[in-house]
């Protein structure tokens, strides 16, 4: 097996001075070894990995990884930079680069090795005998672990898989630090307790805790956090066992370890596995990055919530306050994740109920909304039956939309304790027709309210009943208090005068409007803004009987979001020469995702480029709302593409409407990339640097 890193790829005079320059420079000496195939594909690959977030970290280091299928091997290529490049660090510049490439389907043995260097970047000496190191073979032995650093550093360097197992690695594939806790749990720092639950010879019981960390590659912040708490669990004290859910698997804590720790850190930007083992402890969730930046101040949170008596219910284990992420996060940020988090769990009944809707009018006819309750009459042989029975039933799916919407804005505040007063208060606002604005109200005031609770100090014998009868019981009455006396009329009103305003829309008042709706689809490509834009338009639909207004909406919303997706397959068809091969081929899955109105088909070239692609696309989207509107183009169905064009009003004309956004947005798209006079290396050059600048909930296959 070859060396991950050699001579030949390290550069001890890196003279970048971006981080897109600085993983160029690295990944073409990758290149040059044959370890990467597609050099611009993989630094798109990169690129997307550190849209994800930053990877600059606290000590003048940037780690800049990524899986990929254009490596053939795991390696790593170093470089130190004189000047300093901005990784996002918090306190500055780094002068250590680390580019990681790890194949798409690496085995556990090297992703150990990648885990190995993850560890060692936390260690001081390490990176000191870096930064002093003066040639390219000792820097590179020096991180293999053939050549020992300074006195006093940890010998846990990266080296070759029979090194590591010789050197008695632990189950989770990462060599133990001497003196630390194992991800096992089977070596105790000394005083501590052991992994039985079973105190020490010590006299005094140390501070106990479990940690979990996870990242979204699971190469090297995993490791990072798990090193940095340990670092600071062994200098306070604290007894701190880690379980590494990383891409070389992960080994479950002992469960007697976890009965006896006093306290959970959770420090992810993936979901936690099986995070209900560690429900009725006090805990601590954040990001990956605060676990490698403040292990200390978590520590101490976490303390400080076991001498409170705060302990977490239910089998989720997450402490509301921090599920937005970084403490450090503002109160607009963690706003915004709750909406969304009751946007994202609602799209999937209104997509449902939408559907059986649009269904029951296709085959019931247009009267099929004043049939008779299928349960007194249902004839088997009759289509007009069948129609009724798929109308009813998405008539009760989308009775669901307003309590599911608060419930899971709740949810997302406050965690599952929030879900009882979230859809209690959700199910009002339907019953008093405060509708779409009411459900948001209810779900952030349930969630409030929740939070407000789980903040009082309660006796230990009631800690149990809490979750189940105590919590509910206030709440709701709360929830409950509020949306009946105090604000449930005056958000029935305001519900009532919105509607009343776009059922009055006509002329240019209404093609503004369309126009309007079409730039929030198109900028960020099933963002935060395309969901508000979606979720107002079937907010509107979601009655029995939908206005007029209500239905050009949903027309113009779900035409503008087929726009960029389409356009962008357009555009590598017919000037493929100013798109990359990736591009190209993402071009032909375009086709159908925009077809099928899934705007997030675009977001590949957006990532690429986003100042032409996004405002080229937001220009067709435009067009096509605004046109949209003038044919008067109708839409029951809150979803489909050209799977429901039969169900709509006018569908010649709204299918005009779509190609001439589209047709706008290609010939933007290629006039701006044309205009650059570049070859196609430097246009993929470019692809490849660019930052992603628009996200999306990859599980939600919606425009919304």
């Not at 010590?202 to 501070?207: E, K, T």
């Amino acid at each position: 097996m070859s060396e991950m890193i050699t001579a030949d790829l390290v550069d001890l005079d890196l003279s970048a001075q971006t981080k897109e320059a600085a993983a160029r420079a690295l990944a073409e000496r990758m290149v040059a070894k044959g370890r990467v195939t597609d050099l611009d594909g993989f630094l798109a690959d990169v690129a997307a990995r550190e849209a994800q977030m930053p990877t600059g970290l606290d000590g003048g280091i940037g780690i800049p990884h990524c899986r990929s299928e254009h490596v053939t091997e795991p390696t790593l290529a170093f470089g130190r930079s004189a000047a300093g490049i901005d990784f996002g660090a918090p306190d500055g510049p780094a002068d250590l680069i680390f580019l990681i490439a790890a194949p798409a389907g690496a085995d556990d043995a090297h992703l150990t090795i990648l885990s190995s260097l993850a560890r060692q970047l936390m260690n001081a000496e390490f990176t000191s005998a870096l930064r002093a190191v003066d040639d390219a073979a000792a820097a590179a032995a020096l991180i293999r672990g053939d050549e020992a650093p300074a006195a006093g550093t940890s010998e846990n360097s990266v080296a070759e898989p029979n090194a590591a197992a010789s050197a008695g690695t632990a189950t989770e594939g990462t060599a133990p630090v001497p003196g630390a806790t194992v991800d096992d749990g089977s070596a105790p720092a000394p005083g501590a307790a052991d992994t039985n639950g079973a105190p020490s010879d010590n006299d005094a019981r140390p501070f106990r805790v479990v940690a979990v960390t996870s990242c979204p590659t699971g190469i090297a912040h995993t490791y990072m956090a798990a090193e940095s708490l340990e670092n600071a669990g062994r200098e306070a004290g604290i007894h701190i066992v880690v379980e590494t859910q990383g891409s070389a698997g992960f080994t479950r804590l002992d469960p007697a370890v976890i009965a006896a720790a006093d306290g959970v850190i959770f420090a992810h930007d993936v979901p936690v596995r099986d995070k209900g083992r560690f429900a009725g402890k006090p805990t601590v969730d954040v990001g990956v990055k605060a676990g490698i930046n403040r292990p200390a101040a978590l520590l101490t949170e976490v303390r400080g919530k076991a001498e409170r008596g705060e302990v977490t219910s239910g089998s989720a284990a997450a402490t509301p306050v921090e599920r937005g992420g970084e403490s450090s996060e503002g109160y607009g940020t963690k706003l915004r994740k709750w909406l969304m988090s009751g946007v994202s769990y609602m799209v999937p009944f209104v997509a449902a109920g939408g559907l059986l809707i649009a269904l029951g009018f296709a085959i019931g006819g247009w009267t099929v909304n004043k049939a008779p309750s299928v349960m007194d009459h249902f004839v088997w042989t009759q289509t007009d039956s069948w129609g009724a029975l798929l109308f009813q039933i998405g008539g009760v799916a989308f009775n669901f939309l307003v309590p599911v919407l608060a419930g899971y804005i709740a949810y997302g505040m406050a965690d599952r304790p929030g879900l009882v007063p979230g859809f209690v208060g959700g199910a009002i606002a339907l019953n008093i027709n405060a509708g779409f604005l009411g459900g948001l109200a209810a779900g952030l005031i349930a969630g409030g309210v929740v939070i407000g609770i789980q903040k009082v100090k309660i006796p230990a014998a009631l800690r149990g009943v809490m979750p189940v009868v105590v919590i509910p019981l206030i709440s709701s009455a709360i929830v409950g208090f509020l949306m009946f006396v105090v604000i449930g009329k005056p958000i029935a009103s305001a519900q009532k005068g919105m509607t009343d305003w776009l059922n009055g829309l006509t002329g240019t008042n209404a093609v503004l409007l369309g126009a309007l709706l079409g730039l929030m689809m198109c900028f960020d490509l099933g963002g935060p803004v395309n969901k508000v834009a979606y979720t107002f338009a079937t907010a509107g639909i979601a009655v029995a009987s939908p206005s007029d207004s209500a239905m050009k909406i949903m027309a113009a919303v779900m035409a503008a979001g087929m726009v960029p997706p389409l356009a962008m397959a357009l555009a590598t068809t017919v000037r493929g020469k100013l798109f990359t091969q990736t591009e190209r081929e993402n071009g032909k899955a375009a086709w159908v995702l925009g077809a099928s109105f899934i705007t997030e088909g675009a977001i590949p070239f957006a990532a690429a480029d986003p100042l032409r692609v996004i405002p080229s696309a937001m220009a067709g989207g435009a067009v096509t709302g605004a046109l949209s509107m003038t044919f008067d183009a109708t839409l029951r169905a809150p979803h489909g593409g050209i799977f429901v064009v039969p169900l709509i009003g006018n569908p010649l004309l709204y299918l005009v409407a779509i190609a001439a956004g589209v047709c706008v947005s290609a010939a933007l798209v290629v006039v701006l990339k044309g205009m650059r006079k570049q070859s196609p290396d430097d246009v993929a050059k470019e692809a490849a640097q660019a930052p992603i600048s628009a996200k999306t909930d990859s599980k939600q296959p919606v425009a919304a």
